[in-house]
């Protein structure tokens, strides 16, 4: 900052550091992978409790559960490269936006039987991936006008 004749001071004319596309992709790319393969490990490991909380099978939970563990392990090596694939990163989000998608689907049709806990839950997950998926599109943009 700067002082004015008067002592006031002012913002100065510096413009603020920014983080490059790439520290941003990384981020929200790995900030997915501990979220996604999180969730699926809880399902693996305490499926019965929580189909039993959600309302839903617990055999269709492991399977959920291993296909989660398995993507957010490989968005984790996606997010240790220090200039991730821009290919892969458009598959994460895509993955992300469909997944998103059926969730609401899912939700608003009753297709898994899940109890009003379980379809609280599907439409959070889905309102936390759309928004990794928005994040990641955004910082990808940003990466590549930066190469």
């Given at each position: 900052?700067t002082?004015?004749?008067h002592?006031?001071?002012?913002?100065?004319d510096?413009?603020a550091?920014?983080?490059?596309?790439?520290?941003?992709?990384?981020?929200?790319?790995?900030?997915?992978?501990?979220?996604?393969?999180?969730?699926?490990?809880?399902?693996?490991?305490?499926?019965?409790?929580?189909?039993?909380l959600l309302?839903?099978?617990?055999?269709a939970?492991?399977?959920?559960?291993a296909?989660?563990?398995?993507?957010?392990?490989?968005?984790?090596?996606?997010a240790?490269?220090?200039?991730?694939?821009?290919?892969?990163?458009?598959?994460v989000?895509?993955v992300?936006?469909?997944?998103a998608?059926?969730?609401v689907?899912?939700?608003?049709?009753?297709?898994?039987g899940?109890?009003?806990i379980?379809?609280?839950?599907?439409?959070?997950q889905?309102?936390?991936?759309?928004?990794f998926a928005?994040?990641?599109?955004?910082?990808?943009?940003?990466y590549?006008?930066?190469?």
């Amino acid at each position: 900052m700067t002082t004015t004749a008067h002592g006031s001071s002012r913002l100065s004319d510096t413009p603020a550091p920014t983080t490059s596309g790439a520290t941003l992709l990384r981020r929200f790319l790995a900030l997915d992978a501990v979220v996604t393969t999180g969730n699926g490990l809880i399902y693996l490991a305490f499926s019965s409790w929580a189909a039993e909380l959600l309302g839903v099978n617990a055999t269709a939970l492991v399977a959920i559960g291993a296909f989660l563990t398995a993507f957010g392990l490989g968005v984790g090596v996606l997010a240790l490269n220090t200039r991730p694939s821009t290919v892969g990163t458009t598959v994460v989000a895509d993955v992300n936006i469909v997944w998103a998608v059926a969730s609401v689907a899912v939700a608003a049709f009753g297709l898994m039987g899940a109890n009003t806990i379980g379809t609280l839950w599907t439409l959070a997950q889905a309102a936390v991936v759309g928004g990794f998926a928005g994040l990641q599109l955004y910082a990808l943009k940003k990466y590549k006008t930066e190469r």
